[in-house]
């Protein structure tokens, strides 16, 4: 599955011209592929990452756009703070991307320390800076959300990281009800396998059992970070502009087995 092998990005001049878009995870992944494509697309990317490193090499690298590095841990107040003062009083999109993965650890084995971590990132972290910025696309009277969801939004494999995509799910829904009628827009992307440098690592011998054939009989080639971008910056862009509370599977297919 997946033609991946044949497809090229190819950006569109001008659709992010004017606008301000916050994307997490920026520093690797489909976050720094999602940061470049908006920024080559004409807009200025608040880029926030944990790595302070990986961010000054991403502005280092690409001199020529729009980037505006914030380092930090985007789970504490402090983080969110600085992103929107780096936003300057303006955000026309925010994607929020950063994200981690558990052990495939099954409920009886879960482990409260992974499922705390998972949850103030894939979660916690989410709904913190989304609170933060929603008061001024109401203000503007127009915005668009993506959430990065996940395969596991959609079904069940692995406990902790499971759960916590399906609270992503539940919350781009709940947003896209609460805000449609003010012009803001809430969606979410769930990819299937991807390129990234996120690995996930069987801590669950009956994980193993149960989801590894599974996996192995129907899981599609990976895609790359610059497709799930692809996705994703539809999603922020104009032209999602009729799409409001979705979740789209970008997985090569593997969620219509």
Known sequence: MGNEAAWQEATINGRFAGKTVIVTGAGSGIGQATALRVAKEGGRVI???ISKERLDALVEENSGLDLVPVAGDISTEETVAAVVVAAEGRV?????IAGIMDNFAPIHEVDDAVWERVFRINVTALMRLTRAVVPLMLEAGTGSVVNVASEAGLRGSAASYTASKHAVVGLTK?????????GLRFNAVAPGPTITNIEATWGSQLAAERLGPLMQATVPNPATAAQLAASITFLLSDDGTNVNGAILASDGGWSAL
């Open 47 to 49: 880029a926030a990452d």
């Open 92 to 96: 026309d999109a925010l994607a929020n």
């Open 174 to 182: 709940n947003s896209a009800v609460m805000y449609g009628p003010k």
